[in-house]
């Protein structure tokens, strides 16, 4: 027996990994960062194979883990991990800073950060786990608290993106709501709005139709306006 979601009880950590080619610049959201050993210092990350963060590490051979604080905006992680950098530039009115290895170092609703070089590559299948040699490591903010995936799913009722080394495929669900509201599906990022919960986080209240929300909404996780939106077909 395979219980999926007895998985959410392992703990892992809110991070941006980032890399560089050719004097550009992406970075991904990812959970699976993990020290190995002490001596070196060495660390390991999980990274999908369609992520454009994968093809810069592969190709330049480092990486900067920026770590996430539990303050930081659905919105701000939905801009690194459901949208992709093919499209935008995830830097853009970020402020950052260029760390030792020539990466990024994201400074925004960040804890600390560790840049590393790498060391190992394997091949995992849908992903590849990098391991790197820590070049650098630093607190930048002692007052915050690291957000863990947990906290980012149970209460800041954050998504898991398709490509993440922890997604899992959810079941059906069971008709818990009336029909008058209907659901609709934001197309960049498949976040669903649900007018019997509405977006507390941002101040729309259950109950809220879509079409009630103002015109400058836009997706909590990956910042699309309304327009990118449609309606999820009963």
């Known amino acids: 027996m395979l219980d999926l979601e007895s998985l959410f009880n ?7 990994i980032s890399s560089k080619k ?3 610049y992406n970075g991904c959201i ?3 960062v993990f020290q190995i050993v002490p001596e070196p210092l060495t660390l390991a990350v999980s990274v999908n194979k369609e992520n454009l963060t994968h093809k810069y590490i592969t190709e330049s051979k480092v990486f900067t883990v920026s770590i996430l604080a539990e303050d930081t905006p659905i919105s701000f992680i939905g801009r690194f991990g459901f949208r ?3 499209d935008i530039d995830k830097f853009e009115q970020v402020n950052f800073r260029i760390g030792q290895s020539g990466v990024p170092v ?7 950060f560790i840049e590393a070089e790498i060391i190992k590559i394997i091949d995992v299948g849908t992903h590849t786990l990098f391991i790197g040699r820590i070049m650098a490591c630093e607190t930048i ?5 690291p957000m863990t995936y947990n906290y980012y799913r149970d209460v800041k009722h954050g998504r898991t993106p398709r490509t993440a080394a922890t997604y899992i495929e959810k079941k059906p669900k069971s008709e818990l709501e009336t029909k008058e509201m209907k659901k609709y599906k934001c197309n960049l990022c498949e ?6 919960v509405g977006d507390p986080d941002n101040d729309v209240n259950p109950g809220t139709a879509f079409e009630d929300l103002p015109d400058d909404w836009v997706c909590p996780e990956c910042g699309a306006s309304k327009d990118e939106f449609e309606l999820v077909e009963d």
């Open 10 to 16: 392992l703990s892992y950590g809110m991070c941006i």
């Open 22 to 24: 050719d004097g550009e």
């Open 30 to 32: 990812v959970n699976t």
């Open 84 to 86: 992709s950098g093919r």
């Open 106 to 112: 994201v400074l925004d609703n960040t804890v600390g």
């Open 141 to 145: 903010d002692d007052s915050k608290v």
């Open 191 to 196: 976040y669903v709005y649900d007018p019997t």
